[in-house]
């Protein structure tokens, strides 16, 4: 299968874009969707988005195929890891998860088809419709594709055209999902272009950002600050800076009858995406009350992974990244050979494929990432919040296995104490279609409102 050039994405490696290449593409863009996109209502989208979900999940897709036979050398990612993520999102677009998020974010599922009334408008005696930005613009980064892949999902349900840059590397994904709208609806794949140029070329962002009245950008916080500077002021901008997550395992959970399976839990959210999303799990802080619970999760864990190495092997990285994994365990093999009772350590043999870290220290541990993971002993979850009080205002996702009477404390503090998602282990990469990204509202930095009063 070869795709054909419809994206700016489909040129060769060596062709060079221009501002002029861009803002002929944001005009054709608008153009596009006045006579294509404005004029469908609600029902119809969430249709071709069904349909199309449903496609990706069946074997004989042809453009599953394609992801999977050439994804690994595009991504990094190797095939098993790259299906089950693929099936992991397109499980979640449902005709009644889409109207669930919807009804979540605009009260109503016609809000955005005409003028309506939620319970609180019909006491308030008032009518109230949905507008999307005409031209949203999205700037991506990184090659896990589900960000990308929910901007899609919000611009086509708001009517609005998009132009999503990537970053180098990283349009493959996204690129194949757009050519299978195109594939099915070609309408449709007109109103949307999608192309990768290395951030900070201000040249071309310039052009694109003047043209966009909306813009939503992902990435490190340095690189969301320089794109909401850079903005005119006309322009709407939804950031999502840099995240990081965790799990929390209590001893009640961990030395009952699940923790085999609370084990390949936290093997499954480490493996996800090869722990390269901000919803992975950089640590697990396990409760010990110093009988050994801690240790035994991660030598556990160092097994499962293992485990989970042969069947779905990790992907191709950098000398670099590799370089660095090897750097990390070279210290903590010099820390265990000192103090075994503070520091133990697992790795897969001859490779970088995955490293398991014991530390006896609650202070938060920033990943090298690739599938490699700390396991640290708490007293209580005071002690893990104070350990992870460094990355207080950067933590997204913490992945909780309790028991039932635990969880609602558990709950609890850790929202009081900033987390924005609390989800069982074995979920951390995997969140709803309805999840609040970052706890915000998925719609509300991109829909206009006009209330009418009665």
């Given at each position: 299968?070869?795709l054909p050039?419809?994206?700016?994405?489909?040129?060769p490696?060596?062709?060079?874009?221009?501002?002029?290449?861009v803002?002929?593409?944001?005009l054709?863009?608008?153009r596009?969707?006045?006579?294509?996109?404005?004029?469908?209502?609600?029902?119809?989208?969430?249709r071709?988005?069904v349909?199309?979900?449903e496609?990706?999940l069946?074997?004989?897709?042809?453009?599953r195929?394609f992801?999977?036979k050439?994804?690994?050398a595009?991504?990094?990612?190797?095939a098993?890891?790259?299906?089950?993520?693929?099936?992991?999102?397109?499980?979640?677009?449902?005709?009644?998860?889409?109207?669930?998020?919807?009804?979540?974010?605009?009260?109503?599922?016609?809000?955005?088809?005409?003028?309506?009334?939620?319970?609180s408008?019909s006491?308030?005696?008032r009518?109230?419709?949905g507008?999307?930005p005409?031209?949203?613009?999205?700037?991506t980064?990184?090659?896990?594709?589900?960000a990308?892949?929910?901007?899609i999902?919000?611009g086509l349900?708001t009517r609005?055209?998009?132009?999503?840059?990537?970053?180098?590397?990283?349009?493959?994904?996204?690129?194949?999902f757009?050519h299978?709208?195109?594939g099915?609806?070609?309408?449709?794949?007109?109103?949307?272009?999608?192309?990768e140029?290395r951030?900070?070329?201000?040249?071309?962002?310039?052009?694109?950002?003047?043209?966009c009245?909306?813009?939503?950008?992902?990435g490190?916080?340095?690189?969301?600050?320089?794109?909401r500077?850079?903005?005119?002021?006309?322009?709407?901008f939804?950031?999502?800076?840099?995240?990081?997550?965790?799990?929390?395992?209590?001893?009640e959970?961990?030395?009952?009858?699940?923790?085999?399976?609370?084990?390949?839990?936290?093997a499954a959210?480490?493996?996800a995406?090869d722990?390269l999303?901000?919803?992975?799990?950089?640590?697990?802080?396990?409760e010990?009350?110093?009988?050994?619970?801690?240790?035994?999760f991660?030598?556990?864990l160092?097994?499962?992974?293992a485990?989970r190495?042969?069947?779905?092997?990790?992907?191709?990285?950098?000398?670099?990244?590799?370089?660095?994994?090897?750097?990390?365990?070279?210290?903590?093999?010099?820390?265990a050979a000192?103090?075994?009772?503070?520091?133990?350590?697992?790795?897969s043999?001859?490779?970088?494929?995955w490293?398991?870290?014991y530390?006896?220290?609650?202070?938060?541990?920033?990943?090298?990432?690739?599938?490699?993971?700390y396991?640290?002993?708490v007293?209580d979850?005071?002690?893990?919040?104070?350990?992870?009080?460094p990355?207080?205002?950067?933590?997204?996702t913490?992945?909780l296995?309790?028991?039932?009477h635990?969880?609602?404390?558990?709950?609890k503090q850790?929202?009081?104490?900033g987390?924005?998602?609390?989800?069982?282990?074995?979920?951390m990469?995997?969140?709803?279609?309805?999840?609040r990204?970052?706890?915000?509202a998925?719609?509300?930095?991109l829909?206009?409102?006009?209330?009418?009063?009665q």
């Amino acid at each position: 299968m070869t795709l054909p050039n419809y994206f700016l994405a489909d040129l060769p490696p060596e062709a060079d874009l221009t501002p002029a290449m861009v803002t002929d593409a944001c005009l054709t863009l608008k153009r596009n969707r006045a006579q294509y996109l404005a004029v469908r209502d609600t029902p119809s989208i969430l249709r071709t988005l069904v349909r199309t979900a449903e496609d990706w999940l069946s074997d004989d897709y042809p453009f599953r195929q394609f992801a999977l036979k050439e994804g690994p050398a595009h991504t990094g990612f190797s095939a098993p890891t790259l299906a089950i993520g693929l099936d992991n999102f397109f499980k979640q677009l449902t005709g009644e998860n889409l109207e669930a998020l919807l009804a979540q974010e605009l009260g109503t599922t016609q809000r955005l088809d005409a003028f309506c009334a939620s319970n609180s408008d019909s006491r308030t005696r008032r009518l109230a419709l949905g507008t999307g930005p005409e031209l949203v613009g999205h700037i991506t980064a990184g090659c896990v594709p589900n960000a990308a892949f929910m901007a899609i999902v919000l611009g086509l349900l708001t009517r609005s055209a998009q132009f999503i840059k990537c970053s180098r590397g990283g349009a493959f994904l996204p690129r194949v999902f757009l050519h299978s709208l195109y594939g099915s609806e070609p309408k449709l794949g007109a109103c949307i272009e999608i192309a990768e140029w290395r951030g900070g070329s201000p040249a071309l962002e310039e052009v694109l950002f003047a043209q966009c009245d909306g813009v939503t950008a992902t990435g490190s916080d340095e690189a969301v600050e320089a794109v909401r500077r850079a903005l005119p002021p006309r322009v709407r901008f939804a950031g999502y800076g840099h995240q990081v997550s965790f799990g929390y395992v209590t001893r009640e959970a961990v030395s009952g009858w699940r923790a085999k399976k609370i084990v390949a839990a936290a093997a499954a959210d480490v493996v996800a995406w090869d722990q390269l999303g901000c919803l992975s799990p950089h640590v697990f802080y396990v409760e010990d009350n110093g009988v050994g619970f801690a240790l035994q999760f991660a030598e556990q864990l160092a097994a499962e992974l293992a485990r989970r190495e042969a069947a779905e092997p990790r992907g191709r990285i950098s000398t670099e990244d590799a370089a660095q994994i090897a750097a990390r365990r070279a210290i903590y093999e010099v820390r265990a050979a000192h103090s075994p009772e503070t520091t133990r350590h697992w790795c897969s043999p001859d490779s970088t494929a995955w490293t398991v870290i014991y530390e006896a220290e609650a202070r938060f541990a920033l990943s090298c990432l690739n599938r490699f993971i700390y396991v640290k002993p708490v007293f209580d979850v005071g002690e893990a919040l104070r350990g992870a009080d460094p990355v207080r205002d950067h933590t997204s996702t913490v992945g909780l296995a309790a028991q039932e009477h635990e969880l609602e404390a558990l709950a609890k503090q850790f929202a009081r104490w900033g987390a924005t998602r609390l989800c069982p282990l074995g979920q951390m990469q995997n969140p709803p279609l309805t999840w609040r990204h970052d706890g915000r509202a998925l719609l509300g930095d991109l829909v206009r409102w006009t209330d009418w009063e009665q």
